[in-house]
């Protein structure tokens, strides 16, 4: 095929400026493998190279705000989408990488160490980097390709850290089933987009509509041989490799693992940049199923929608029945990150039944309830984790029973432990409670047009007093139980440094001074909804 | 002051005090708390009624509303207002948080902590009570779970972490019927030209079909409000609680500490009734005309259930726990009291359910008192093992003796008014129910009067800890007056509160009277059309 290469000159122009954070993550990247070399680790380590990387890239990112809005466009030959949506994935996932690149600061992971042989420093921040990258990526992919590689990008350096503990049986049985998960999930998603692009002609996500729009709706069933079939069966494919991504059940059986057997600042990245990513995706992934004149690409949305509903419903639900009897932190975390994924996959059933059936207002409801749900999620995972890796380093332990009288003893840590966890519950006046209730606006606002979203945010409803019991458990050993015997004078490892808490009420402050807030950022996440509607 | 304003300032005035205590010295912590909570006791009564009483009502008989912008995108508004409905409660909730935090005076493990929390409780409740915007509501409301959990599970008795998270599992499920069943009414609110709204008053105009302006028309259909009823109603039916909803209190009651007792049976459980009151009948009239009966069958139901579950206990502090349960299902029936042909007993019955509230606020908090001096001096509860303390605690005896009086319904007492009128409101609605409770009237004076007879009369007391039941000190002795003092002074003259409530409950029977003829001429109106067209 010729190609034009007039094109390619003015594409670069407008291409590279947007990709500039993009650009600064890679430089990072480099930069931090560098380090070893010439004996600049010594004066310059690795923590302090990915924290000023970050820190501008994170910044570069807030800049691009004003101008997505106005002049959206597309990036490198179309691959890449630069709108609202790419921006805000772009901040929130650039920051919760600077955010833990300083929690690692804070908490001395990995252990620094003077020989620069000894030095993890690099082989940490490295794959960190790269899953912030993957995340971003994935919020922009307009691409069947560039959705396969920002999901392996995400994805593949996430395997390297959560089997980063050395010596740890734990953490490498949680890295290889991680591993061989991700494998199959990115191997069905793979064929699945290969089954699209065979069905369409394209893998470009904006023609997808439009070609789909060819194929006659009596055609769109599973057993109908050819394209109808096909079509189904690519879309579905496609949503098991996200689903993946965002651990929902039955996709979710790394997450436990891999959480309990990760780092606590690990799992709290693992647990909201790619997910963020993953859902801008998946949003992006479905709209581009609706086209102009699009009967058959609207049915497969609503289909997909319908599926959402469902998966929201089973993934809350198991997940929060698996939670119950959970003794690892880690591991509660995991199976809230499930429930929590559930919950977020409500707006986006509700944004997609919406745009299937022509009503804008619950599409738009239902995508600006998932973005806010996403802001509040990414401050209150961060500090629940970072909450639980600051009591790591000093219990040296991780499991419930091991809080037992902190309250008093290491009063900042379990007060912001237990704002995330109260956020996380959606009790008010936290961030935890606009998401879930931007979300369940929008799913209960049409009971007899879509019964089945209706009834899963009964069901979310329910799950959220459920949820109250194990989120609690850690809440009351903080403070209800009496420290162990023998140990309730003695001072429990060095004490929380000022930088620490300092860390923790940064996380803690948007959380619970949201609601002051609320009328700027509901109508920010409208604004981004209705621009990419 | 601008009377618009001081509703604001009572609502978060204690909220203020919360972070001062939180930020301030332990050892001055008391002087805060209890100095907050009676500056706004002060703002409730001197301030709050010369100025209810000054200020005119609104469309919607609404006085000193505030109204704000809050946010935007989803059209929720800053809305505070009072009205006969709410006004007694508020006093009552001035009142009773600051006797329970003169009780609360020697609290000595974590005081900060413990004023904090007290203070939040406080501004919770005030504000619910006063919320016109439902969103507004809704979060106060949940205001409120947070701090009782800690109350109870940190400064409470040895089953504490089991009774706290019990009573947060329960509110939390009934609060998110409440939630759903709000979003439901938001959206249907929006189905016209007009924007999906959380303001009270509007939605409770739409409900009823009698819109205005840019929701002339707009509807909310019978199924959503059937459906948001009965939501509603579960929510306020746990708080309240009514059986079968009550198993939280018992645990709850017996665990907290005395003075989060007398909040909870004071102020928290009129929650339950001030919300169907406010929310489950105005939002849903429709459902709430089919529901009406249930609601009352329901009281009748409490009350003998709570009462005979009264008689079967021998620790002190779960009969008083069991006689709220029955005592508030006189509350229920008078709700429960809609008789559409004869709106005074209707009016009456709404009339007697918020002076039953008010009644059972000063009758529970002193019981709960009363169980709490002898709690502190003796450290146990056991009814059959007191006896005698008329001769060893003369005023105490005599205050105990008189609350107990008060609580079982005598005549020329707080108690009496509420139950009487509640029973005669039903009668037309529901004779059966009507005829239940007063049966259930002679079963509260069984079990109230055999305590009265084990602890205060007959032998003297000679279990444990004898020598420490001293008289009553003057910080309890006034504490306890004061509560003795209302419930003669409203026994004998309870027109002021019913003067306060008449002409709110007048207007809300009046509005759904209205809804529920306006709903069956459009079916009238229907079966004609459908009539014609055949």
């Not at chain 1, 591993?179 to 191997?187: I, N, S, T």
């Not at chain 1, 591991?331 to 997609?352: E, I, N, P």
């Not at chain 1, 902190?406 to 009063?411: E, F």
Request: charged share 10%.
């Amino acid at each position: 095929m010729a190609r034009d290469w007039q094109g390619v000159l003015p594409d670069l122009a407008l291409s590279l400026p947007a990709f500039a954070p993009e650009l600064i993550v890679c430089a990072t990247i480099v930069a931090l493998l560098l380090t070893r070399l010439f004996g600049m680790a010594r004066w310059l380590p690795a923590g302090s190279v990915a924290f000023g990387g970050s820190a501008l890239a994170t910044a570069l990112a807030c800049l691009q705000w004003g101008g997505a809005f106005e002049s959206p466009s597309d990036g490198w030959a179309g691959l890449v989408r630069n709108d609202a949506l790419t921006v805000y994935v772009r901040v929130l996932c650039l920051l919760g990488w600077n955010l833990t690149v300083t929690l690692t600061l804070l908490t001395g992971v990995p252990r620094p160490s003077i020989d620069p042989a000894d030095d993890d420093g690099p082989d940490f921040h490295v794959p960190l980097a790269a899953v912030a990258l993957g995340s971003v990526l994935m919020g922009q992919a307009n691409h069947l390709l560039m959705l396969f590689l920002a999901v392996e990008m995400a994805s593949v350096p996430a395997y390297v850290l959560v089997g980063f503990r050395k010596g740890s049986r734990e953490a490498g049985e949680a890295a290889l089933k991680y591993l061989v998960f991700g494998a199959g999930a990115a191997g069905v998603m793979m064929y699945g987009a290969s089954l699209l692009a065979g069905v369409t002609g394209t893998l470009s996500l904006p023609a997808l509509g439009e070609r789909l729009a060819l194929i006659p709706l009596e055609g769109l069933e599973w057993n109908e041989p050819g394209v109808g079939g096909a079509a189904i069966a690519g879309v579905v494919f496609i949503l098991c490799g996200l689903a993946f991504k965002l651990s929902l059940v039955p996709f979710h059986f790394w997450t436990p693992d891999a959480f309990q057997g990760a780092l606590a600042e690990v799992s709290g990245f693992l647990s909201v940049a790619p997910k963020i990513g993953a859902f801008a995706l998946l949003v992006r992934f479905g709209l581009s199923l609706h086209g102009p004149f699009g009967e058959t690409g609207d049915a497969l949305l609503t289909g997909l929608g319908l599926a959402c509903a469902a998966g929201a419903a089973v993934s809350m639900t198991f997940g929060n029945l698996a939670a119950f009897a959970q003794k690892d932190l880690g591991r509660l975390l995991a199976y809230s990150t499930v429930a929590q994924s559930g919950t977020m996959l409500l707006g986006v059933a509700a944004c997609f039944l919406g745009v299937g059936r022509g009503d804008g207002d619950l599409a738009v409801a239902g995508l600006a309830g998932t973005l806010l749900y996403l802001t509040a999620y990414l401050f209150l995972n961060l500090g629940a984790f970072a909450a639980v890796a600051i009591f790591r380093n000093r219990t040296l332990r991780t499991d419930v029973a091991s809080l037992a009288g902190l309250g008093s003893k290491m009063p900042w840590v379990a007060g912001a432990f237990a704002v995330s966890l109260v956020g996380l519950v959606g009790l008010p006046p936290t961030a935890g409670f606009v998401g879930k209730l931007a979300v369940f606006a929008a799913a209960l606002s049409d009971r007899v047009g879509s019964p089945l979203l209706f009834a899963a945010a009964l069901i979310a409803a329910a799950n959220t007093v459920a949820s109250l019991f194990y989120y609690f458990r850690p809440i009351r050993s903080l403070y209800l139980d009496a420290a162990p015997e023998g140990t309730s004078g003695a001072p429990i490892g060095p004490p929380v440094t000022g930088s620490e808490r300092a860390y923790l009420v940064l996380l803690a402050v948007p959380v619970l001074l949201i609601l002051p807030l609320l009328g700027r950022l509901g109508a920010l996440c409208d604004a981004i909804a209705e621009a990419v509607l | 002051m601008d009377p618009a304003a001081l509703l604001s300032l009572i609502v978060f005035l204690p909220a203020a005090g919360a972070v001062l205590t939180a930020c301030a010295p332990a050892a001055v912590a008391r002087w805060i708390g209890l100095g907050t909570v009676a500056a706004t006791f002060l703002l409730t009564t001197a301030a709050l009624l010369p100025a209810y009483f000054e200020a005119t009502p609104d469309d919607h008989g609404m006085r000193l509303v505030t109204d704000a912008e809050w946010v935007g995108s989803f059209n929720i508004r800053y809305t505070l207002g009072v009205d006969g409905i709410s006004l007694p409660l508020v006093v009552l909730t001035g009142l009773v948080f600051l006797l329970s935090a003169a009780t609360s005076w020697n609290v000595s493990e974590k005081p900060r902590a413990y004023w904090s929390l007290f203070l939040l409780l406080e501004t919770g409740v005030l504000g619910t009570f006063l919320a016109l915007d439902l969103f507004l509501f809704y979060v106060l409301f949940e205001v409120m779970l947070l701090p009782m959990y800690f109350l109870i599970g940190v400064w409470g008795g040895p089953n504490r972490a089991y009774a706290a998270i019990k009573f947060f599992l329960y509110t939390l499920a009934g609060s998110l019927l409440l939630l759903v069943a709000l979003l439901m009414l938001y959206a249907a609110g929006g189905s016209g030209v007009g924007a999906s709204t959380f303001d009270m008053r509007l939605l409770s105009d739409i409900a009823r079909g009698a819109g205005t302006g840019e929701y002339a028309g707009v509807t909310i259909d019978r199924g959503t409000q059937t459906l948001a009823f009965w939501l509603m109603l579960g929510c306020f039916l746990i708080k309240l609680p009514a059986v079968p909803f009550h198993t939280w209190l018992p645990d709850a009651h017996v665990e907290a500490p005395t003075p989060v007792s007398m909040i909870l049976a004071g102020v928290l459980l009129k929650v339950g009734g001030y919300g169907i009151l406010r929310l489950a009948y105005p939002l849903a009239p429709l459902g709430a005309a089919a529901g009406a009966e249930i609601v009352c069958a329901l009281g009748a139901v409490s009350i003998i259930y709570g009462a005979l579950a009264a008689m079967a206990q021998t620790d002190f502090k779960r009969l008083v726990a069991y006689s709220s349960v029955s005592h508030m299902g006189y509350v229920l029936l008078g709700l429960g009291a809609w008789t559409l042909s004869e709106p005074d007993f209707w009016k009456m019955g709404f009339s007697g359910a918020i002076f039953q509230m008010v009644g059972h606020g000063i009758t529970s908090t002193g019981m709960f008192f009363a169980v709490g001096v002898l709690y502190d001096r003796v450290h146990h509860r056991e009814i059959n093992r007191f006896g005698g303390l008329l001769r060893r605690m003369p005023i105490y005896a005599a205050l105990g003796l008189g609350m107990s009086f008060a609580a079982l319904g005598l005549p020329g007492l707080c108690g009496f008014v509420g139950e009487a009128v509640t029973v005669f409101a039903a009668w037309p609605a529901s004779p059966w129910a009507a005829a239940a409770a007063a049966f259930g009237i002679i079963l509260t004076a069984g079990y109230m009067l055999r305590m009265v007879q084990r602890v205060f009369l007959g032998a003297e007391y000679v279990g444990p800890l004898r020598e420490n039941l001293s008289q009553l000190s003057g910080r309890e002795t006034a504490i306890f007056a004061v509560l003795m003092a209302l419930a003669v002074a409203l026994g004998v003259y309870p027109r002021p509160v019913f003067d306060v409530t008449e002409p709110a409950v007048g207007r809300l029977v009046d509005t759904l009277g209205d809804a529920v003829e306006a709903d069956r001429e459009r079916n009238d109106g229907e079966t004609v059309i459908a009539g014609a067209a055949e």
